[in-house]
């Protein structure tokens, strides 16, 4: 037996990614939809974003609707969307207020701003209704530095405030529970393209240097990536030293001020912090930025994210939050091109699967944590209504 040669084997063998089935697999995707988008943490908003008692914010993916809302009590507070009557959203618009009552388009039944029901419309016509056990149905919910999370069925991961504990003393200076949101709200875009295709896109830097010329210029070889590991990760990048090619670049760069509060290094360098399966944190000294993708179909990911400024902003920080938001939303024009076309060949005859480069290692680590809940990624593709079967008794075998 030749040993080099199955060492290089091996070596090969552990640089390759998913099987292009698994982005083009219809029950792959359901299996996901369930297990990572309904029983793992979804950011909804930053709590300053419902500053006053009435204020919600909505979310909806893969078949679920989330609302938040902050009570009369100042609580924060998330329920499923849906009226207990017929089954209605029970509001409609993705971000507003209600004055003193929630109350249902399709037949008016009204709830307290803490999810109890006030009354029903016609209450004669209806048996008498316990206002706790007929409210609105709690969603889970954690709150981290200020954002909002939850997670509409039991799951796998801990809370997020303990997921990400290991960044706490790392974020501490910046402030993140007093972010105010910056004006624009919550954006969104189609993405043609599977939702994977997003995260691997993300999850490495080595296509920075030839794919983002603004980013380039910006850190140069100053970008990090750390591996995800206990269900979350870390990119760090410091600006590069001298001049700015591009004028966006160096008028960041030279506008940028000093922050009270954060370190010489921080005020020079922007922070990633994700959270798996598919929330990203930008952390900069001037904004921080939020990021996230879930699918619709297998050709069809929507992606949404939001800004939000620090709570005392002058002239020449709102320029610099300009400057930033402006290369990050170059940067990601050219991502979305380059997920269309890791999309693309999947179906490609030619496609034999992927190589990773050593500085593509959180692509793999993100892979892997993939292949932990789903082994049937490793194997070839299931017959036609055997994915789930097939999955289950592969965990059976890996089960203590």
């Not at 979310?59 to 609302?67: H, S």
């Not at 160096?250 to 798996?276: A, H, R």
Request: glycine share 8%.
């Amino acid at each position: 037996m030749n040993t080099q040669n199955s060492a290089a084997e091996q070596d090969f063998a552990d640089r390759s990614g998913l099987p292009a089935w698994s982005y083009t697999n219809p029950e792959m995707l359901e299996a996901e939809k369930d297990l990572l988008f309904r029983r793992h943490w979804q950011l909804v908003c930053h709590v300053n974003d419902i500053p006053n008692a009435g204020d919600f914010m909505t979310l909806d993916l893969v078949g679920e609707r989330a609302l938040v809302v902050r009570g009369n009590d100042g609580e924060v507070r998330a329920f499923h969307n849906l009226c207990r009557h017929r089954g209605s959203r029970v509001v409609a618009e993705e971000k507003g207020h209600c004055k003193s009552a929630i109350i249902c388009p399709f037949h008016g039944w009204a709830y307290n701003l803490d999810g109890t029901l006030r009354g029903a419309s016609h209450p004669g016509t209806l048996p008498k209704m316990d206002p706790v056990k007929f409210g609105l149905k709690p969603v889970e919910m954690d709150i981290w530095q200020g954002f909002v999370f939850v997670r509409f069925k039991p799951g796998p991961q801990p809370s997020v405030s303990q997921i990400m504990a290991r960044f706490e003393a790392e974020v501490a200076p910046y402030g993140l529970k007093d972010l105010l949101p910056d004006g624009a709200g919550v954006w969104s875009e189609d993405i043609a393209a599977n939702w994977k295709c997003v995260r691997d896109v993300d999850n490495e830097g080595y296509h920075v240097p030839m794919a983002h010329p603004g980013l380039h210029d910006l850190f140069g070889s100053n970008y990090h990536d750390e591996d995800l590991a206990q269900g979350a990760s870390r990119s760090y990048s410091r600006f590069r030293e001298g001049k700015g090619r591009l004028w966006s670049v160096e008028k960041y760069k030279n506008l940028m001020p000093q922050i009270e509060g954060l370190s010489d290094e921080q005020n020079t360098s922007w922070l990633y912090l994700g959270v798996f399966p598919n929330a990203v944190f930008g952390i900069y000294p001037d904004s921080v930025i939020f990021y996230q993708e879930y699918p619709v179909a297998n050709g069809k990911t929507i992606q949404r994210g939001a800004c939000y400024k620090r709570p005392v902003e002058d002239r020449q920080m709102r320029v610099a939050r300009y400057l930033s938001g402006r290369i990050d939303r170059i940067t990601t024009k050219e991502d979305e091109q380059l997920i269309e076309w890791c999309w693309e060949a999947s179906f490609s005859s030619g496609f034999d699967g992927v190589i990773l480069s050593d500085l593509e290692s959180g692509v793999r680590s993100y892979h892997d944590a993939l292949r932990m809940l789903f082994p049937v990624l490793a194997e070839d593709e299931p017959l036609p209504g055997q994915l789930a079967i097939v999955n289950q008794a592969l965990l059976a075998e890996t089960t203590p």
